[in-house]
């Protein structure tokens, strides 16, 4: 089974920065587009960031100029920098990824979640 594992939140200040990181498991042929989602309490999940095998990224509106996506294929590894944060960025926040099975099957595969909360 795909795990992608999670890592790198926590309790920050507004104002301040950090960095996620998800790790996917070795047992696959290909990770293909790979993106992050958060939910704040009450919302529904959205999808924040996302970029392609190739490095091509997109940003939600909300996150534009704030967050950064980036990713190491040697590593299969997905990264988010996230700058200049306000407690409206508080929620959980997931990675996602869809790959290639050494079967050649295609799996869409969710991290476990990693808190965010950002104090005023």
């Known amino acids: 089974q795909v795990q992608l594992v999670e890592s790198g939140g926590g309790l920050v200040q507004a104002g301040g920065s950090l960095s996620l990181s998800c790790a996917a498991s070795r047992n696959i042929f290909r990770v293909n587009d790979m993106g992050w989602y958060r939910q704040a309490p009450g919302k529904q999940r959205e999808l924040i960031a996302s970029?392609?095998?190739?490095?091509?990224?997109n940003y939600a509106d909300s996150v534009k100029g704030q967050f950064t996506i980036s990713r190491d294929n040697a590593k299969i590894t997905v990264y988010l920098q996230m700058n200049n944060l306000n407690p409206e960025d508080t929620a959980v926040y997931y990675c996602?990824?869809?790959?290639?099975?050494?079967?050649?099957?295609?799996?869409?595969?969710w991290g476990q979640g990693t808190q965010v909360t950002v104090s005023s």
């Open positions: 970029i392609t095998r190739g490095g091509i990224t």
């Open positions: 996602n990824a869809d790959v290639t099975l050494p079967t050649l099957n295609q799996y869409n595969a």
